[in-house]
Each structure stands twice: as structure tokens, then as C-alpha cells.
């Protein structure tokens, strides 16, 4: 039997000296010795007259204890022995080694929004967080400003109201984040900042100093119920978003992510020159805009070549949320971690899940919707050279994928066209819709196809690209947005008959979670619908110019309902069952004949959406540059670490020429690294001096970061 | 950061992959290709209304796989041969002030109050001579970084920490406790707080008469940490011209001028509202000065927020008056100082090992590092606070370093005559030196000296490679010592040796002796307007002068001292001439000790005990009719010194100035207990880490077309996107993104310079 000898495991930090960082740099950085120091070790302390004192710890003082060391320095020079007088030990080979240490570590919700928790955050416990805004207020009482015979949001006021109780008067140029809450609905300041579902978009704006007057870009919701009042709650915020405000700071973390959303091709049946005039009221006669507009006017092409990097320019639009800015720390460490990214955006009114109080259709009252890439397998894109991850409106097997996250390269993009059209202010809605089911039918049991005698429209040979747009009720609530994003494409073929098939369109079951029958159901959140418009157009295949080159305003909807225009007769609002039993056929007849192309602020009660401020004030679609949402994922930290392992025996430097030393113990206060020619290219300083003596083993691990 | 912000001019940011990375810890690091990239184009987008360049380019990260090897035009990669690769050092140097401790650079003795606990003041009657210093005014100030108290009153958080108070005799006109006359500034140790007044860890002087006041000011006893970890708020300092105004200075509520102009201490305007439209300002202490810089008004109440609460300003002086107003904050962290002694202090009672326990005892291993344990009794380690943990790519410039310590009245003040000097404060520098190395550390340095010319003494080292000042001055060391209870430094004594002259005395001298002498000087206890200030005890001269015996003696021992080197000695009279400030000796003592010559080994071996202080031959008091003595009939006087005045000796003590050995409690204050260095430290630092330079060309006739799907013929120029880095076996190694697209067509020459800084 044996005692076990003292054992001590220490690992010591290297500096890199100068010498060693030109060998670094050379790439020719060899450690072969290692040398021990004492030098700042003065043994006279410890062992000089032989009293007995203590300290006022009350340790037996020695230099173990009590001396300090000082910190690396910029060592240099030839290193022939150790304070024994040996010479430096050599290290073998397999005692240097590179090892990879990896730290996760979890950043904070990022985003617009303040959660009322600080752990499990839920969709719920987001709240607006107003200091990222320049400034809140209200809007003035619907009803009579700026008058009670021309009430907010009616004409000839489509696009100015007052201001009330803001907290500061606003830039004269900037957008506003605005909460509508229809007359009778809940109190403003019970609701505001919460996820409820209401319609809450940005517009930009223009302001002249103490006029109280805001004049913003487009059409504003109408809420001129008689006699009855309400306000609207709102945020400031700057135009450019991260480079001017959020982001410019060097030394401060960005409390915002950043989102840009590359169009490539126009609106669907895009405003006409008109709607850029400080009017809004359009007429269809002078139609002269581009088809390339997207790539003359629009935001954000800046990243286009960033989505074509990835390989996504087939999409007509793509969403990148990256946090750029001038910090210079590093947020989010070399990469995020997969799995575990989740990005939250409160004022969407997702068409999928009715977050929150979801009774049926029709009834949710909670806006939100979750995006996680949880469970998401890794995904390589071999475009981008780049791994990614699914990004999904849940976890579950039917979740849905919306876009993806290039965790290595700390970019998240939004691929879903619903998504982004909701997000993207020029849209006019912040709810989605969703992508028709179409297929192909012989026959119909649509009661105006019957009496009509109208034919199927699907030719052999012909392509088709159908879409639709819920048009809605212009006396109340929301105004106009664009069609549904997400256009379906279908070849013609004919039925057994010999005879062109139908295009039959219709919804997923419980897609309107949203859709109101009456403005006021649900606390007035929420929007609503008067009727719907099937959109197609018909190429020959071969012909074909593809999705992104579709003209804008050759889409055709029908001239009278039933078909597949579809509304509710004498009903001014539909339900959400209603909308989602409609069943749509697209025949030869409507297309032939019974048709006129689509135009916004046309076919969509006379207001539209087009540039109330004009074209030296306009919003164009992706010229918002921040994302209005909150990101949450985890850094990941890599250090590649070189280990130099040394092992002190039990009859090392157990002496010293150090002239204070006497006997006893030694101390150690430095280790060096040298080179093959003796050269110092590392040291180490243990932060309090190393005991050494014959009992005593010294296990050394000398650990440098990259 | 995700994406790279677009800058008007083009930088590229080089970053290490992963594999790069794992290499250089393996210390194979090498770059042999660099790769062209513009995949992050879409040349579709190219238009009259849109520039290419406006891009944004994804940050390189970690990973960079599958990366082809030849260029975005199908040419093959670039090799990086030695005439790409140039390796040397990235030099960049920074001007740097600290001055954590006092206001601006132009006034280097105005004390920044915000670094602060608490500031006060006290009536000099009511010092009485003991160790109560009552309180007249007071305010706790508590910096953010340090939140020691409560609240406003919460006095009793004082106790236990420091306070420096800057004495001055009773005088009639008024003394600027932020100025630059040498008022005596002494640091206590505050024991207790009953109400009214501190209790500190030594008798104070006995003024007892006068309606001035003194100022005193609180810090931390645990010295500079508590500022290092405090926030990285910074001071403002802000002086406001009030332009065209002559009348006095208003509150709010009150008429007066419609707005100031304001401007900082370099002379720019700053905009600062109306002071009295009620406008709320950050600040916690205001000091008004004429645009000449003198005092006129000072409101240290500290914690009022508006003007308004601030009692009325009273008169203005005229004319343009400026103002000063400091706000809180952490602000520049002090540089750290311990000074160690490896050996009893002088005249110390108790063991021989009792300079253990002394604060700084830690230092004692850097102490023998340097080799300054032969004759160095103390050595002070001046050291700039910083992590440990940091790679230290920064060194002092050689010969740019200088420390201003406002507080030291240093005895070598050629432009004064003896005992009119009317500012306190020094300057060290290395400006001048050359560069030495030591030979025990092995390290360079370079010498600290009491000035820059000719007859400059040496004081200390720099060691630029540590960031480190060392005062081996002890002298300055003393003065520098909270205990010694001087901020005066005294000048060494001149030994020689002579045949005794009197008859019937015998030399003191023997040929196998060593003989070490100084001297301590003493002032009256009570206050007197003739005769002395009254700060009686304070320690002596610690420059140890030595002299051996020589064969045929013994011979007298002779001292003197050199002339004109007490410029703040006050004669008789001059006590209150000038302001009541400098000091005064009411008697002189020379200490000697003689041992055997074998025995010595250097000075600071000399044990503490042993020493005589000589009342017969060594003594000078009351010489001459002086009430108090006079510099110039000090250092006329030639001591003569004979055995029998040694032996007449009494054994000197330290006394009230003992160390205290082993209490840490609020009462103690020892030797060593200086934490941090009370000045201001001007240095250049310089960083010069390796690095290495990838630099390759794109000549105009290449890279103006591309294999990139989206380019077109109405293109007419291609776009860098990414640059790729590659080792021996084409594995990207590193990867540079520019900060926009870079433009290459045919009118352009472009040369890449990549730097990669070790």
C-alpha cells in the first residue's frame, strides 16, 4: 500500500508574445519547452527571522497566499533554465493539442416589443414597447375630427386626422404604427400595445410643427359612426429604422432586428399614375406604370442579391431579417443555434391559427403568430453554401413552413408570400389569406353555370395563374389591400366529355379566423368582407412568361357575380363560414367575355392604396427596413483552444537559485512556452504563486483561445 | 452583426473561418489562394435608378464550405506568394490623459468631486488637535460606481474609508480648495461618525482660531477596484460663458438674461438651455470661475438637480463669467499604486517582521523581481488597471510618460526661494531619458525625473512593456505615504567627515563602521501665527544618507543641508502671508545609526531599531531667536557630531506614526494602505500587434466578366462580393467581405489590402 502524493491540476492562460504572434503569423508557431520562473517570488518574507506573525486574515503568511503576481507582459528573449538552474523541459508533440470548446448561451427577446415576463414568454405577454418609439399619442376622436360632417377617414379626409395626446410632437417626416378600434369597440387604453386582434398597420407621414395635423400616405380605415366616438392609439417611429436610429450606436446592443423585403414583381393590379397625386381617387384611363417598378421604386434591392445568393429569386417576394448594425460586440456570438431560433410577430393576423380565444371561425381575438424552427431538420443550400433550418408557424406535423434560418450566417428569411404581404405596410392589411384550392372539374353545381350554359375554361395546352381578392366593405373598418399572395398555377386539360374543365377554386377549412360578419362582433377586431374576386390569366404553355413576369394588370376578375365572383347578395359583411364555403369556377364565357382587368382603387370601392403624400413622400413597398416583431435564439461561442500539457514530477523544481530563497517550499509565478530555438513565444502567470516541493505534483495545462 | 453596414468608403472585414481558426491553434495558419467572389450579386437589379454598389453583403461566418476555386470571371485563384504576404506590425499609437482624480488638463489641481463619497467642509476653529474633525458642511456625492450610501445622509457609510483634508492655517482671505496653492493635503483614515464630525485614526492640527474653512474629501479605502468595476460612464465637464452679461448670476423665477452660450473646455459651443427658464440639469456640483480661471462662487451642496434649488448665486464677478459643472460617473479608473516596504519603518516598535503586516506586503515577490531589494526600503508599483485576463498588446510609448501629482509639495522648486513657494504640486517625466535595461527583470526602461533638464533627478523607472511606473524616490514615496503625515517632500542630508574641532570631544566616526543618518523635523502643537502651523508629528526624511568610517579617525560626523531646497518651509511671519498654506519646523533632529561595515549589505537591510536622535550636535531649534526655523538658517548650519552626542542620544521612535501591524479594522491605517495614486498620469500607448497583409492587384483588363447567371449584356460591370482565403489544400481559410459591392470594369485599377491583426 501507498499514499497517493498531492496532485494539483492547473490550467494557466497563455499570451501569445510578440515573438509568438510573428510565428503565428508566419504560420510557423512551434512549442517545443517549456521553462518555470520564480522571480517574483521574495522566500525572505516568508522565511526571514523566524517570528511567529499572522496577518490580518489570519493565514500564515507565505508567498502562497500573499504575493501577487503581476500580469502578462511583453515578454521576450532566450529562456536557458528553469529557476532550478535545469534546463527548460521539453514538451512532447502529443502534449499539444487543439480542442474546440463551444458556449451556447441564450440572447434575450430582441425586437419592438416588451414582454410582461421575463421567462416562457408566450405571444400574449408582448406589449409595444414605447420606448422604441419616438413618440406616442392618439388619434383625434374619429367621428368629428377633423369634423363631424367629414369624419376621419371619409372623404374628402381620407388621409389626415389630429393628433391628441402625444407625448411629444413628431419629426415632420417618419412612420406611424397605428391600432384601429372601431367605435364601439373596447377602451383605447385598456387594449393598447397588446397582440389583440385588430387591424394595426404603419403609414408614413408628414407633419407640420404645431398643426397637430398628421397627413399620412394612403387611405385610412373609415369609423364614421354617428355620434359615437373613438380614438386610435399610435407610435412613432424614424424612417430609416437601424442605420440612422436603432443600429448607429457603437456601443450600445441594437434593441431591433432588421427586415427587408425584396419585391420582384409589381402589386397586382397596381395603382394607376393617379393614385401617386396627393388624391387618392383614381380613374382608370391613364394607366402608364411600369411592369418594372419593383426594380424603378420599390425598397430594399439592396438584398437582392443576397436572395439570389440563396437561391430564392424565383420567389416574386422574399424577407430577410438580419441585425445589422454598428455595435461592435457580438450579440449573437459566431452563429445562432439551430433549433432554437423563435421569431414572434404580435400584430400579425395569421390565417392559420387564430392564436388566442380561438372558438371558431371567425372568432379569434388574439392577433399574433409564432414562427420556431424547432424539430426542423439542418438543410443545406448549395446555392448559398450555407446550412439552414425550416422556420415553421409551429412545431407540430402540419405546422407550415414560412421561411428558413441561416443560423451560421444569423439570417432568418421569409419565404411565405402571405406573410410578407402582411407585413408589408404598402399592403394595406396585416392579416393573411389563404392559397386557393384549385383543382379540375367536368361538372359544377354552381347554380349560375346552369342557368348560363357557361363552359369550362382549362384548355389543353393553356396555363393558368389564379389568385383572388377579398374585397372589403368601404363604409367601415379596414380599407382596401391587395389580393392574396399566394397565386396558384394550373394546367388545362379537357374531361372525359371531350369538353375544357372547369377550374374550380376554393378555401381550406377554417382559414378566416378573422373575418367578421358585423364590425363590432368580436370587440370590433378583426376585419371584414363584402365580396370576393377570383383573378386568373391564361397563357399558352409554351408561352408561359413565369410567375415573376406576370403583367399586373392583365389580371382579369368577372363583371358580375355568382361564378366565380362571388358575394353575399344583399349581406354587406360575410361571415367567416360564408367565406370559407365559397366555391369559385372560372369559365370560358367570364374570361372571353364577361371581364375586366383588375385595378386597385378601381375594382376596390374607389380608394386604394397609392402615395397620398405623393412621390417625393412616398411608401413603397419594402421600404421598411426593420422587422416589427421580437427574434429570440441562443449564440453560439466557438473558441478553438491549443493546450499545451505539462506534468511536474514529484523531484522537479524543488529548488531555486533564487537569491532570497533559504529552503522549503518553491513558488512558481511563471510559465513560459519556447521555441525550438529557446525563444519565448508564450507565458503563463498562475494569478497567485504555485507551490512546488517533494510532495507535491504539478499537473500544467497552458491554454490559449482563438 | 448579419450583414455588413454600407459605408461611404469600402472596408472588408476579414474574419477567420472556423478551420482557419482551429489552424492558427495549431500555429499552421497559412494563406496560399485568394478566391474572387461575386455570388451575392443580382445584376438583373442594375438600373438608372438603383446602384449596385447600395448592396448589402452578408458578414463572413464561421463556416465557408464548397467554396469553388476559381475566380467569379472562371479564372483561377489568385496565388499568395511572398510578395502578397507581407507580415510586420500594426502601429497605432493613442494620447492618453488619465486624470480620474482632478477636472481637466488645465487645471490639473481642480479636484473632480465626483469621484467622491462625500465632500465637506470644517471651520479651522474648530480644530482643536485631536482627532474629531467636526463637520460644518457636508455632502455625500457616492459615485455610481462605487453607490456606497443609502441616501444623501447617510453618513455613516464614511466610516471605514478615507479622507483627504486639505489643510491651511486660519487666514483672512479665502483659499481655493481646487486651486494650485501648496495647501498641506493629509489622508486619514475616518474611525467613527457621531452625528456631528468624523473621528479619525490620528490627531488633526490645532488651528482652534480663524473663520476660514478647510475642505476635506471622502474615498473609497479599498482604493481603485471599486472604480474599476464601475460603469464606463464619463465625466462632463462643461464650462458656460454667459456672454454679454454683467449682472448677477439668476435663478429661476428670477429675470435675467435670456440664455447663456455655452462652451466646453476645449472651446466648442454645447447646447444648454436658458439657466433660468427652470431648465432641470444632470449635475451635482457647480463651480463658477472667471474666464481667468478663478474661483468666484462654488455650490457643493451636490445633490440639486435644478438651479433653482441652488442658493441664489449672489453677485456675479462682472463680465463673461464661466461655470463649471461635473456630473457623476465612473469616468476614467484611477491607476492603481502600492507601496511596499520589505522592511520596519525607522524609528518602528514591535518584531522585526512586523513590516509583514503592512499593507502592500503582496508586492514584496514584484519588489525582489525587480532587484530593488538591496537598497530600495520601499519602492512604489504605479501600475495601470486593467483585466488580467486580456492579451496585453499595449506598451508605454518610450519617453512619453508623465505623472502630475497636484498634492505633492516637492522640495526641489528651483523658481522659488526657500519658503515662498505659492504652488504645490510636481511633474515627473521620462521625456528625456534614454532607454536602460534591467538586467534583473530583463526588461527596458526608461527613468522618471523630477524634471527635464540637466539637473533633473532621478525618481523612478517606467517599465513600458508592464504599463508600469515604479517610484523608487523615497522622498516621494513619503509623501506619497497616507501615515507619514506630510505631503511635503524633504530634501537628503549631506554627510562628510571631519576631525572634531572642539576640544575634548571625540569623532563619532570608526574606520569599521557604517554610519546611516537622516533627520525629523517637528512642529508645535498649538497654532500660532508666529511660530507654528501645528502639524507637529510627521514622518522623517526616508532618504537614508550613509558614510563609512575611514582610518585615523574617529572623525565628526558633519551634516548640512543643501540650500534652497525647502521652497514650502514658512519662516516667522509668513505663516499666514501666504494663505495660511506650506509648513513650518519648530525643531530639527538628525537620526543616526552606526553599524558594523561587515554587517551592511545595503540600506534596505538596515533593521528599523537602533536608531539615536540626536538632541546634542544634531539638533536645531530655536537657533538664532527664530520662533520657528528659518530654511535659510537651517541649511547654513554645519552639524558637527561627536561620539558624545551619540551617545547623548535617545533612541528614536516613531511614535503616533507607528504601522499599525495587525488592525484592518476601520481604525487602522498602516503603512502600504495607498491603493491607488492620487494624480493624473499622461502617457502614449502604443499597440503594436502582428499582422499580416494579403495585397494583390485586379488589373484593369481582368475580372470584367463573370459566370454569374444574372449578368446580362446591359451590364457593364462586375461587383466583388467575397474575397476567399485558402490553404495549401484549398480549404478556405479565411473569408473577406467588402462593406458594399466592389465595381471592377475596365477603367478600374483596384488593389485588396487584407489585414489580419494577431
Redesign the interface.
Known sequence: MSFLTRHNSVTV?T??T?EG???????????ERIAFSD????Y??SH??G?T????SSNT?S?SI??????????S?VISTNYDGTAPFRINAQD?Y?I?ETIVEPVASIGFYSSVTASAITLADYRINTSLAIGTGYTGWVYNTPSSTNPFGKGPNFNYFNLSGVTAEPPADGLVFIQFIIPSGPDVTAHNEKNIGRYANFFRYSYSAGTYILYVDRALPRYDVASVQKEQPMWFYPLSGY?NWY?SGTTTVCPIW?M?ILHRTPQIGHERKTAFEPRINATYVDVDIPV?IP???YGS?????????FGL?HLPKCGVL??????SG?VYG??LMPRETIVDIPHILWHRSGVGGFTGPGLSDRGGLRLVDSGSDIFYD?TG???YTLLKDGSGPLAQTVGRVYF????IVLTDQELLTALEPKSNRNWTCPAFNIDLVSQTDNETISTSGFTGIAQPGKRYYITYHMVSYPGQGPRQSVPCAQIQTIDGRLGDDGQPMYIRASFPPNSFPFVRPNPVNVSGTGYNCQWVNGLIQEFDIEDDPGLLNLDPFKWRIATQYGVSRLDGGSTTYLSSTFVNSMVFYFTREEYDTYYKYFQMGVDTGSTGIGQGLGLDKALWPGDLDFFYGNVTAKAVR?N???NVHFFLDKSDLNTTT?S?YNSGSTYI?EIMLLGPDNKIVGVG?P?R?LEKNDATLIDITMR?Y? | ??????RSTVFVDMR?T?LG??L????????RKAVLSD????Y??E?P??D?S??????P???????PTKNFDGSPGIMLGPKNLI?GRENDELEVFDQPFFLSSSTRTAIDVSKCIAIGTTSVSNMLGTSYLPIQTMTVIDPPALDYVTDSTDYERCVGNLIMVRHHATTTSRVDHFGEQPLISLWYRINAWDGSGFSLDRALPNFATGSDEIMWFVYPWSGSSPYATGSTATTESLFLYCSDYSGPLRKTGQTGPSGYDVYSFDGSPITFPPIDEGVYYETDHWVIYTLGGTLIYEAAVGTETDPSQVADWGAGPGPNPVFAAHSNGAGTKPWGMHIVR?INEVGATG????Y??YGS?????????FGF?ADQRAVGFIYLN?E??V??QE?LQLSSTTLYAPTILWHRKPEYISGRGTKGGHSFTDRKSKLYYDSV???PYSKLMDGADANAIEVGRVYH????VVITHQEMLTAMTFKSNRNWTLPPLKLSLEEPYVDGTTGLCKSDKTYLATYVMTESATYSSASSFSYRTFAHCGHISRIDGVDGGPYALMARLANNHFPYMRTAGKIEAFSGTGWNANNFYILVKEINKTEFSGISSVTHSGWKRLTTGGEYSNQNFESTISPSGLTAYQFTITQGDYNAGAAYTLGSLNGDQ???TFSGLSYGDETFFYGSIEYDLNKD????SIKFPMMPNDFNSTLNT?YGPDNESTYV?GIYIMDDLDRVVAVAKPSG?IKKNYGRYIEFKLD?I?
Do not use: W
Open positions: 492562460h499570451h501569445l510578440q504572434k510573428k510565428r503565428l503569423a508566419d504560420g510557423d508557431l512551434r512549442i522571480a517574483e517570488v521574495n525572505r518574507i526571514g527571522s517570528d506573525y499572522t496577518s490580518y503568511f508567498p500573499n504575493t501577487i503576481t503581476s500580469s502578462p507582459y511583453r515578454r528573449g499539444i487543439s474546440t442605420s443600429g432588421n427587408n418594372d426594380r424603378k421604386s434591392k439592396n438584398i437582392s442579391g443576397l436572395v439570389k445568393s429569386d438580419h441585425y445589422t448594425n454598428s455595435f457580438s459566431d452563429y448549395n453554401k450555407a446550412s451560421e450566417a444569423k439570417l466557438k478553438y483552444i491549443r533564487n532570497t509565478t502567470k494569478d504563486p490559449s482563438y | 452583426m448579419s450583414l455588413e453596414i454600407n477567420l472556423s481558426r482551429q492558427a491553434s495549431l500555429g499552421r495558419l497559412r494563406f455570388s451575392e450579386m443580382d438583373s437589379f438600373s435608378y438603383y449596385l447600395d448592396n448589402f453583403v452578408i458578414s461566418f464561421d463556416t465557408a464550405q464548397n467554396i507580415r520589505t518584531a522585526t517582521s512586523g509583514t503586516t506586503i503582496q508586492y514584496g515577490g514584484t519588489k525582489n523581481f531589494d486593467e488580467l485576463d492579451d496585453r506598451r527583470a530583463q526588461l512593456d508592464l504599463c508600469m495587525f488592525d484592518r500587434p502582428e499582422k499580416v444574372t462580393t459591392p489580419l494577431y
